[in-house]
């Protein structure tokens, strides 16, 4: 994870704490119960999915990562040069 990736974090789990607080407070004072139970539902939801997200993610570069050294140290380290016209 580059760190503009984990300030995004950041914030995001800021706002989602706010949220969060917010639905406790409406549940505190019974006010809007099924909306407050809704909201953190939502906020848990989310950060589920965005964390599988990111592992899957990082999984991904890895394995990219991996490939890419297996093909240098076969010795493929040149690159590929193709523009795309065939040679008439």
């Known amino acids: 994870m580059d760190i503009l990736n ?19 407070f409406l549940l505190v004072q019974g006010f809007m119960l ?10 848990l939801g989310f950060n589920c999915i965005l964390l599988v997200g990111e ?3 990082q999984i991904r570069k890895k394995k990219e990562m991996e490939r890419f050294l297996k093909g240098y140290i076969a010795g ?3 690159p590929a040069t193709d523009t795309g016209r065939k040679n008439a």
Do not use: H, Q
Not at 6 to 24: D, E, K, S
């Open 6 to 24: 984990a300030r995004l974090w950041i914030v995001f789990y800021l706002i989602c704490f706010v949220a969060v607080l917010w639905a406790t």
């Open 34 to 43: 099924v909306l407050s139970v809704a909201m953190v539902g939502i906020v």
């Open 55 to 57: 592992i899957r993610a």
């Open 76 to 78: 493929s380290d040149e």
